[in-house]
């Protein structure tokens, strides 16, 4: 069962941010935001993390609200090869273990 | 730096056949995961091993599924009497603990004929 919604699709035109939102309002106090991008039906490949800060690496910044209730992955300047569907992820925490519950994802379409 | 690396990238059987995936992780890593992703849907957890022990396997299918990750060589995903339900990609991934970050290999895709 997902912990994670998102919208199925977006567009963004190339060289814009985008911005892809995710809810994840059952999330734990120490369960982490995860996002991943899949290009083509490759495996996924891996983008940011965060707990409660907001965080920013090359390749994108996760904004995550106060509540934690959701967050927001931004892609700053998106190019043609950021079309992919971008998956928002909770690692879950059970006996000391941890997995990914991936949701549908959201299907980003950068346009010329 | 090899990646995670996965083999057969595509494979077929008929039905009541078995199936074998294999799963090299990064060097270094010793905890492997298995997902498995129908069409159009996400990554499902299956199950997560470290060298020698099954960890958690609530996703795994009671029967037919199986998977291992001994001591040498790959971790294995063993499908037995494949149905037509079992075809989707079979992801494996690795990480170097527990808690630190997956990386996914290119996936196994499995057809049921």
Redesign the interface.
């Known amino acids: 069962d997902?912990k994670t919604t998102q919208p199925t699709s977006m567009d963004c035109a190339e060289g814009r941010a985008a911005n892809l939102p995710c809810n994840h309002s059952t999330i734990s106090g120490n369960e982490y935001v995860?996002w991943?991008r899949q290009i083509h039906?490759?495996?996924?490949?891996?983008i940011i993390?965060g707990l409660k800060n907001n965080e920013t690496n090359e390749m994108a910044s996760l904004i995550i609200t106060e509540d934690r209730k959701s967050s927001t992955l931004i892609l700053p300047h998106a190019t043609l090869r950021d079309t992919a569907v971008y998956?928002c992820i909770v690692r879950v925490e059970?006996s000391?273990?941890?997995?990914?519950?991936?949701?549908?994802?959201t299907r980003l379409k950068v346009l010329a | 730096n090899a990646g995670?690396m996965q083999n057969p990238r595509h494979l077929v059987r008929r039905r009541g056949q078995e199936a074998r995936l294999r799963c090299s992780p990064m060097k270094g890593h010793s905890h492997v995961?298995w997902?498995r992703q129908l069409p159009e849907?996400?990554?499902?957890?299956m199950v997560?091993l470290q060298k020698e022990n099954i960890?958690?396997e609530s996703?795994m299918p009671k029967e037919r599924f199986s998977a291992e990750f001994p001591k040498e060589g790959p971790s294995i995903l063993r499908i037995q009497q494949v149905v037509r339900g079992d075809s989707a990609?079979y992801?494996c991934?690795s990480s170097q603990q527990?808690?630190n970050?997956?990386?996914?290999?290119?996936?196994t895709r499995l057809t049921v004929l």
């Open positions: 997902a995860y991943y039906s490759q495996g996924p490949q891996y993390h998956y059970s000391g273990t941890y997995k990914y519950i991936f949701g549908t994802g | 995670v995961y997902y849907e996400g990554l499902k957890f997560y960890i958690d996703g990609a992801f991934a527990g808690f970050e997956q990386f996914f290999g290119p996936g």
